[in-house]
C-alpha cells in the first residue's frame, strides 16, 4: 500500500491563528479524504480532496473553515482556520488505493488553547 | 441512513485468550466492511476487508472477520490475542459504489498479561 507521511505531528495553537497540515503520498492517487477524529470519537469525513477541482465537503464542514488544496496527485493540504479549542482533534488523511480500501496517515494531533 | 454499530466500547482480555469484536451495520444492500486498528498514537491500520465471494476473510496480525449477511455483522476475531494488539478497533461500512466510509464508535481492547 503506499506510504502517507502527515506533518506537523503534531502542535500546540493559540486560539484564533490558523495551521496547515500536509499529506504527502508516495504515489499518484485518485481520492484524497481528510477526517477529524474528536478525543475519545471515532472519525468523521470532512471533505474529499481531488485534484483539479474544488475539494467536496461534508455536512457541518465549510470551506472558509477547513480550506483544502489539492496541486497534484500526490500532495493535499488542509488547513483548520480561526482556531478554538473545539478544533483540538486528530486529523487524519487518507487515500483510497485500487484495492479499493483506504489507507490512513498517521495523523495530526492538534491541540487548541 | 447507513449506520455501523460496535455495540462493545471496552473489552478486556487475557493474553492468550480468543477475542470477538462485534460490528453491526444498518444497510439495504450488501455493503463493503473494513476493519481498522489503531494503536496509541497511531494513524489506523487496515486489517482485512470484505466486498464479495467467501464470507470469511483472512486479514493481517492472526485476524479473520465474518460476514453474516443475516445478521447483519461483521464480527472480528483473534484466537489467541497478545499484548501487543491492545489498541482501538474501528468496524467502517462504504456503500458500494461511493467512497464514503462510515465509522463504528470503536472498541477499545485491553489485554492482561
Known amino acids: 500500500s503506499a506510504v502517507i507521511s502527515q506533518k506537523p505531528s503534531r502542535d500546540i495553537c493559540q486560539r484564533g491563528t490558523s495551521l496547515t497540515i500536509q499529506c504527502q503520498v508516495d504515489?499518484?492517487?485518485?481520492?484524497m479524504f481528510w477526517y477529524r477524529q474528536q478525543p475519545g470519537q471515532s472519525l468523521t469525513l470532512i471533505a474529499t480532496a481531488n485534484q483539479g477541482s474544488e475539494a467536496t465537503y461534508e455536512s457541518g464542514f465549510v470551506i472558509d473553515k477547513f480550506p483544502i488544496s489539492r496541486p497534484n496527485l500526490t500532495f493535499s493540504t488542509l488547513t483548520v482556520s480561526n482556531m478554538s479549542p473545539e478544533d483540538s482533534s486528530i486529523y487524519l488523511c487518507s487515500v483510497e488505493e485500487t484495492d479499493g480500501a483506504q489507507y490512513f496517515g498517521p495523523g495530526t494531533r492538534l491541540l487548541v488553547l | 441512513a447507513q449506520s455501523v454499530t460496535q455495540p462493545d466500547i471496552h473489552i478486556t482480555v487475557s493474553e492468550g485468550a480468543s477475542l470477538e469484536l462485534r460490528c453491526n451495520y444498518s444497510?439495504?444492500?450488501?455493503?463493503?466492511l473494513f476493519w481498522y486498528v489503531q494503536s496509541p498514537g497511531q494513524g489506523l491500520q487496515l486489517l482485512l476487508k470484505?466486498?464479495?465471494?467467501?464470507?470469511l476473510v483472512q486479514g493481517i496480525k492472526g485476524f479473520e472477520a465474518e460476514f453474516k449477511r443475516s445478521q447483519s455483522s461483521f464480527n472480528l476475531r483473534k484466537p489467541s490475542v497478545h499484548w501487543s494488539d491492545a489498541a482501538e478497533y474501528f468496524c467502517?461500512?462504504?456503500?458500494?459504489?461511493?467512497?464514503?466510509?462510515?465509522f463504528g464508535t470503536g472498541t477499545r481492547l485491553k489485554v492482561l498479561a
Open positions: 467502517a461500512v462504504v456503500t458500494s459504489g461511493t467512497y464514503k466510509y462510515i
Open positions: 470484505y466486498f464479495s465471494g467467501d464470507t
Open positions: 504515489s499518484q492517487v485518485t481520492m
Open positions: 444497510y439495504g444492500a450488501t455493503p463493503y
